[in-house]
């Protein structure tokens, strides 16, 4: 089984789909509204070869993050992988810092823009931390990225 954790995004085709606030839709594809940060119910342990949750970490608070990341890990099969993204805080502010961007889009990139409840940020880490936590939890990090402030790391459950 394959899970893709999303805040209103277009379903990925061959995943499970869960997101809180879907506003896209695909053809013939099943999104599931429910909480992202709780698989309990959705899938079995060690049932999942991939939890995909791009852009999702932004949605956890931070004291809750590591018990999220202990419940996707317990999802995944051992050779399982867990592809996790989301705004890179690090990025932003030396950005804002740097006179890159400027207070709004700050804001914007680390608080939301607060149109509905998940819209509104509560939870930022930067590619460290979160590679951090990951080990801490068993995991090996096998893949690290940026794509602007978009962060992506990818670790497998041995």
């Known amino acids: 089984m394959k899970i893709r954790l999303a805040v209103n995004q277009v379903p990925?085709?061959?995943y499970v789909n869960i997101d809180p606030a879907p506003q896209k839709s695909v053809q013939d594809e099943v999104?599931?509204?429910?909480d992202i940060k709780n698989l309990h119910g959705v899938c079995e342990q060690s049932e999942c070869t991939e939890?995909?949750?791009?852009d999702v970490l932004d949605f956890?608070?931070?004291e809750q993050l590591g018990n999220v990341l202990a419940g996707w890990t317990?999802?995944?099969?051992?050779g399982g992988k867990l592809v996790?993204?989301?705004t890179?805080?690090?990025?932003?502010s030396r950005a804002y810092l740097s006179g890159d961007?400027?207070?709004q889009e700050y804001n914007e990139l680390i608080h939301g823009v607060g149109l509905h409840p998940w819209s509104m940020k509560s939870g930022q880490v930067n590619m460290s931390e979160l590679s951090e936590v990951l080990e801490q939890l068993g995991l090996q990090v096998i893949k690290k990225r940026f794509n602007g402030f978009k962060m992506t790391v990818e670790a497998i459950r041995p």
Do not use: K, Q
């Open 12 to 14: 990925l085709v061959g």
């Open 74 to 78: 317990y999802a995944l099969r051992h």
């Open 88 to 92: 890179d805080a690090m990025s932003v």
């Open 51 to 54: 939890v995909r949750a791009e």
């Open 101 to 103: 961007i400027n207070t």
């Open 84 to 86: 996790i993204g989301g």
């Open 31 to 34: 999104v599931h509204i429910r």
């Open 60 to 62: 956890i608070p931070l």
